[in-house]
């Protein structure tokens, strides 16, 4: 950290630094320009555009996979008539909202945070953030650092080592970097993953493919559901537009809830009823039991949902098929499973999910002091144990992202006016001794269980336990104290409690 202290005279200063222009950080510039209004803040972004997954994400059929009246935001509605929409869609509804509210003036492009130190003696962050575009390493300090970069990598997503790759005379492709030029009309197609990007792209494939393979070492609980939502549709026409999107809102949070409750506490019951529901979509004769009904219970993992029932009419018309197995390895015309049944296929499509990545590769420091996240616990949802005027956006598990990151924003700027309004410059969440640690997702999917290890934790109790209730969350985050004996405030320089 020696040489960002060399640097202090010179960096710009800001009130709040927001890292990441996707979804969540245009939520945030929307917040602070609302309810923290005095504040000087920017955004530093990492690529070229706005719009974080949605920009990044190419594959065929890319689309949102909860309903846009609740992965929208809560103060712009979302006024298209499918409530589950394509990429396309949802990166123009960002991009609109960042221009709608001057919130894309704040952003600084080409900027990658590598750095971030905080000085206990200045009460601020020292940020170091390389230009992607020059190389050049730009110096910046700010009060709090908000960090919207959300929760997996941008350079590379999970891949498998799966044996004899290297004799496959056919293409390669990860959905998380698609390549433009990739032709797949009448050609074979496997893909392999059974995760919510895998059960986008078969149906998508399937139109123009010459057959489209999924294959799964395990089944996922799948939901089809309607891309419309005729109940908003029809509030749209009778009711001015932000009125009928929050009764939509508020709707769709509240079904979801008793959905995720009732399958907690009836696993079985919702798990017969998901099953009838996808055997009546694939027909009488079709193996449900062995393609569709995973081994885990519902909402051990996240349920994928098919709109329309795209997938089941792609399986049930011959364009697409389910394999369930193990690949034993790839051959030189495709890859054979370890049933020893062979696979022919033109393109290899690897959906095999994503890599957690949490804060994005940051370095963070407290007083010259390396900091282990992984070591923290996590306060509220957002800020980490004895690590000061430092949030991080993680949406839940269960619904919709935004819905956490929305209150995640609203929390951080009635901390900060909070702050201001006492004469505070520091905020720490302290952990008590008698707080016990658990995995900060109780969550068996891949990717949750091959990042534990590297997640902060949760505690046994609040606030530092999450409970993935957007209804409980709204009432402690909107109306809880923040004063609530967990939370630690200093002026600058000062090392004691204060208040």
């Known amino acids: 950290m020696a040489d960002m202290e060399s640097h202090r005279e010179a960096v710009e200063h800001l009130d709040v630094l927001i890292v990441g222009a996707g979804l969540s950080g245009i939520g945030a510039g929307y917040h602070l320009n609302t309810r923290c209004p005095g504040l000087r803040y920017a955004i530093l972004e ?19 996979d909860s309903d846009m009246f609740t992965l929208g935001y809560s103060f712009r509605p979302w006024r298209e008539a499918k409530a589950i929409a394509d990429g396309p869609s949802i990166l123009a509804y960002v991009r609109e909202t960042a221009a709608a ?41 700010c009060g709090f650092l ?19 790759l290297e004799q496959f005379r056919g293409r390669i492709v990860h959905p998380q970097f698609w390549p433009a030029d990739l032709d797949y009309a ?23 493919a010459a057959h489209v393979t999924m294959i799964q070492r395990s089944p996922t ?42 399958a907690r506490r009836k696993p079985e019951q919702v798990k017969q009823r998901i099953l009838q529901m996808a055997q009546q979509a694939l027909g009488p004769d079709y193996d449900v039991a062995t393609h569709f009904t995973p081994q885990y219970k519902p909402w051990d ?35 054979r499973l370890q049933s020893g049944q062979e696979m022919d296929a033109d393109i290899v499509v690897t959906a095999t999910g994503l890599k957690l990545n949490l804060l994005g590769d940051v370095a963070f420091g407290v007083d010259g002091v390396p900091v282990d996240l992984s070591k923290a616990l996590c306060y509220k949802g957002m800020m980490f144990s004895d690590v000061p005027n430092l949030a991080s956006v993680f949406g839940y598990t269960n619904a919709s992202w935004t819905l956490k990151a929305d209150l995640t924003c609203a929390y951080v700027c ?6 201001r309004r006492r004469g505070y410059d520091v905020a720490t969440p302290r952990r008590d001794a008698s707080v016990e640690e658990a995995p900060f997702l109780d969550f068996t999917s891949g990717y949750v269980q091959r990042a534990l290890a590297l997640l902060p934790k949760q505690g046994s109790k609040v606030p530092w336990k999450l409970y993935q209730n957007y209804a409980r969350d709204t009432a402690a985050l909107r109306l809880g104290r923040i004063e609530d004996g967990v939370m630690t405030f200093t002026r600058r320089g000062e090392s004691r409690r204060v208040g």
């Open 46 to 64: 990492a690529r070229a555009a706005i719009g974080g997954t949605w920009d990044l994400f190419r594959y065929p059929g890319v689309r949102s």
């Open 301 to 335: 993992q996240r349920l994928c949902l098919v709109p329309d029932a795209d997938l089941f009419r792609a399986i049930r018309s011959g364009r697409a098929s389910v394999e369930t197995g193990h690949i034993e390895t790839f051959t030189p015309n495709g890859l």
């Open 414 to 419: 009635r901390l900060l006016n909070h702050m």
């Open 146 to 164: 908000l960090m919207c970069g959300g929760y997996y990598s941008y350079a590379e997503g999970y891949a498998p080592a799966f044996a004899g």
């Open 186 to 208: 009448g050609r074979r197609v496997v893909v392999i993953g059974s995760g919510a990007t895998a059960v986008t792209i078969v149906p998508e494939m399937a139109k123009t």
């Open 221 to 262: 609980y799948i939901v089809a559901r309607p891309s419309e939502d005729r109940a908003a549709n029809w509030l749209r026409t009778r009711l001015p537009a932000m009125l009928a999107y929050r009764i939509t809102r508020w709707k769709n949070i509240l079904l979801g809830m008793y959905f995720y409750r009732l």
């Open 101 to 141: 509210y001057g919130i894309d003036r704040h952003i600084r492009f080409h900027h990658r945070v590598r750095r971030a130190s905080w000085s206990s003696a200045e009460a601020r962050w020292l940020i170091e953030a390389e230009r992607t575009d020059t190389g050049e390493i730009v110096r910046l300090s």
